[in-house]
T-cell receptor
Framework: GQNIDQPTEMTATEGAIVQINCTYQ??????LFWYQQHAGEAPTFLSY????GLEEKGRFSSFLSRSKGYSYLLLKELQMKDSASYLC???????????FGDGTTLTVKP | EPEVTQTPSHQVTQMGQEVILRCVPI?????FYWYRQILGQKVEFLVS????????KSEIFDDQFSVERPDGSNFTLKIRSTKLEDSAMYFC?????????????FGPGTRLTVL
């Protein structure tokens, strides 16, 4: 079966750094996505990791350890607009099927 | 900036009716997807489509569902006989060809309400 775990909610302060963890147990693995989803809107792509290690893109970084079934999304210099749900999704197959976690709702406070 | 568009933004239908949800992917993209998200729940993969055929589908995508690319621009999802539990937000997504092109661009979604 497919199982993706991430914390339900997190709170952080504007300007701070926050790390959102994701662990997965899936029958197949062809990469891991992080998406941002504001309430009532569509997901937007943040990152894709298929190899172990850290990928940095501006204020956002994503890390993957395939042996541990673990990823994290790191958000630096938090802004109020970063308040959103962050979705971890595993690409199960090469043909495109992805399994999503329930999402982590991040609240950034002043 | 090119974007994925979806119509209608909101569709209300009676149980048992057929609905067609429409999507216009980004013009040079070749991979297309449909997802759904029931209110308050996780995003769920429905189907992927490439080269005019289904690449993969989930357990949700049963015989009541079908997809079509009727022309060079539209990508549609049809639900033949809607059920109450089909009420959800339906997102279309597309991505460009290429091994390193994994970014999927999502449309704004169609909210389907089945009464």
């Amino acid at each position: 079966g497919q199982n993706i775990d991430q914390p339900t909610e997190m709170t952080a302060t504007e300007g701070a750094i926050v790390q959102i963890n994701c662990t997965y147990q899936t029958s197949g693995f062809n990469g891991l996505f992080w998406y941002q989803q504001h309430a009532g809107e569509a997901p937007t792509f943040l990152s894709y990791n298929v190899l172990d290690g850290l990928e940095e893109k501006g204020r956002f970084s994503s890390f993957l350890s395939r042996s541990k079934g673990y990823s994290y999304l790191l958000l630096k210099e938090l802004q109020m607009k970063d308040s959103a749900s962050y979705l971890c999704a595993v690409k199960d197959t090469n043909a495109g099927k992805s399994t999503f976690g329930d999402g982590t709702t991040l609240t950034v406070k002043p | 900036e090119p974007e994925v568009t979806q119509t209608p933004s909101h569709q209300v239908t009676q149980m048992g009716q057929e609905v067609i949800l429409r999507c216009v992917p980004i013009s040079n993209h070749l991979y297309f997807y449909w997802y759904r998200q029931i209110l308050g729940q996780k995003v769920e993969f429905l189907v992927s489509f490439y080269n005019n055929e289904i690449s993969e589908k989930s357990e949700i995508f049963d015989d009541q569902f079908s997809v079509e690319r009727p022309d060079g621009s539209n990508f549609t999802l049809k639900i033949r006989s809607t059920k109450l539990e089909d009420s959800a937000m339906y997102f279309c997504a597309s991505r460009a060809q290429g091994l390193n092109n994994n970014e999927q661009f999502f449309g704004p979604g169609t909210r389907l309400t089945v009464l």
